[in-house]
């Protein structure tokens, strides 16, 4: 399968309409003749004619051509006209000669041919098929399955583009929830008017069960920038500047901003739509210092600078110079400023934590002292009694306590003598 392109010609109708009235028009009634349309690449679809017969000397042909629904006319001296076609539906082209190149009212010598969509169920092809380009970098296809469609379809990616010369599979195939997707690189860059051509794509499966489905990507939508990067945050005047770096390769004009302030104090969450990124104050301009080179600025009204605030921002393709403006890159990283806790503090209060749990702990120890000594009071110890009570009399006390022990002692024995002696004279 060199040229998968091949498939797209196979399905070229070869059914050519008769054309309408042949009476009307007064340079010649005859139509064009051998019209036939072939496909090139995924989905370039290729008309060809060759001039009517019985052309006059004075007539300069130019042929009248327009697709379907009369859309997309053209009056043109080729033989030949081309578009880039989704083949999910039929297309046709109507073509007729005329001898000038002013429009004709009622052009009737019109030839038609068209094109058919792939065979095969239309419920089976895929659906929701759509790309988008991560700018030069990617592009990122996804889709859903078919109706009737199997669960182990394997699916296969063909893309195609002007720098690339030949199509090529897309080897990335992924599942991402019910999406199936794909990613192939798309950096390249052939020539300036690149951004007027597309990528054209086919989702078909190896097996050849689904309809094939095409798309085509301008590559003037469908572009995802890449998050800017903010450089810095300022107040001057009491206003918060915020400064931020554009994704490579976009011009600022090209692009539209969001930038998002959270407030953590009054919880506020604003966010700022910017279509062109300008700090008003011309104080700024060419103020290095404060706008360094390459950066877009952005004034925020009404922030408090004596609270935290954090700020992100993104940016999306505008219309100034993109078809579409529906795509936003993902959040810059954010960035805060304002009156935060003190982090000395925090040293502080880091520092003084032990100390303070120390100190409490030994006070609480000291409580617990005093308080076992209410609950369980100490047995009296005379001495120490004794010793309160006579202060440095020490030894005098040592002395007095012996005496005093003597003299108990003694008397207890007076005690028992005499209970003795008075035992002895009731025996007798
Ligand atoms: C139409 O095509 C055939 C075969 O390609 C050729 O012989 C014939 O001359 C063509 N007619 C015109 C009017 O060019
Ligand atoms: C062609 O034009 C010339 C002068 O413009 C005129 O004399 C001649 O009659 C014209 N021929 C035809 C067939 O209309
Ligand atoms: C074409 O149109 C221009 C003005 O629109 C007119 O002057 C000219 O005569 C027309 N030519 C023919 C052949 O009808
Ligand atoms: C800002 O607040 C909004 C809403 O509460 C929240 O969704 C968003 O994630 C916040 N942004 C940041 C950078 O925290
Ligand atoms: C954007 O965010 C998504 C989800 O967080 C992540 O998968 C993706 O890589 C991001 N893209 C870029 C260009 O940072």
């Known amino acids: 399968m ?12 070869l059914l050519s309409a008769g054309a309408g009235g042949r009476a009307a028009r007064p340079e010649f ?42 859309q997309d006319k053209k009056i043109a001296p080729e033989t030949h006209r081309s578009k880039e076609v989704p083949l999910n539906e039929r297309i046709c082209l109507q073509v007729g000669p005329q001898c000038s190149t002013n429009e004709s009212d009622s052009p009737s010598n019109l030839e038609e041919k068209c094109i058919s969509p792939p065979e095969g169920d239309p419920e089976s092809a895929v659906t929701e098929l759509q790309c988008i380009w991560h700018y030069m970098k990617l592009m990122n296809c996804t889709w859903l399955p078919g109706r009737k469609t199997s669960p182990d379809t394997n699916y296969i990616l063909y893309y195609w583009h002007s720098s690339l ?42 097996a050849g069960k689904i309809r094939p489905s095409f798309h085509i990507v301008p590559l003037s939508s469908h572009v995802k920038p890449d998050p800017p990067h903010i450089k810095k945050l300022f107040f001057h005047n009491g206003d918060l500047y915020v400064q931020w770096k554009n994704p490579q390769n976009f011009y600022s004009r090209c692009l539209s901003y969001q930038v998002e302030v959270n407030n953590s104090q009054t919880k506020t969450h604003d966010i700022f739509y910017v279509e062109e990124a300008k700090c008003q104050n011309s104080e700024f301009e060419g103020n290095l210092e404060f706008i360094s080179k ?88 005379p001495g120490k009694i004794f010793k309160e009570m006579f202060g440095d009399q020490n030894d005098d006390t040592l002395h007095w306590k012996k005496y005093d022990i003597y003299e108990k002692q003694t008397k207890e024995e007076t005690d028992s003598v005499v209970l003795i002696e008075n035992l002895k004279r009731a025996s007798q």
Not at 40 to 51: D, K, M, S
């Open 294 to 381: 390459g950066t877009i600025c952005f004034m925020v009204p009404g922030v408090l600078p004596d609270t935290l605030n954090t700020v992100r921002i993104r940016v999306k393709t505008n219309k100034l110079c993109y078809e579409d403006d529906k795509f936003w890159s993902n959040w810059s990283q954010e960035m805060s400023i304002g009156k935060k806790d003190n982090p000395a503090l925090y040293i502080t209060m880091l520092l003084t934590i032990p100390v303070i749990l120390a100190v409490a702990v030994m006070i609480l120890l000291l409580y617990l002292k005093r308080l076992k000594i209410i609950i369980f009071p100490p047995i009296p110890d």
């Open 29 to 70: 009634q005859l139509p064009v003749t051998n019209l036939s349309v072939s496909v090139e690449n995924l989905c370039t679809v290729i008309w060809t004619w060759n001039p009517p017969e019985g052309v006059g000397p004075n007539c300069s042909l130019s042929y009248f051509s327009h697709f379907g629904n009369k």
């Open 165 to 206: 010369g030949k199509i090529l599979q897309c080897k990335n195939i992924y599942k991402e929830g019910q999406h199936i997707g794909c990613s192939f690189a798309l950096t390249e860059v052939k020539d300036s008017s690149f951004e007027k051509h597309s990528v054209q794509v086919m989702v078909k499966d190896n």
């Open 2 to 13: 060199e040229r998968p392109a091949r498939l797209c010609g196979l399905w070229a109708l």
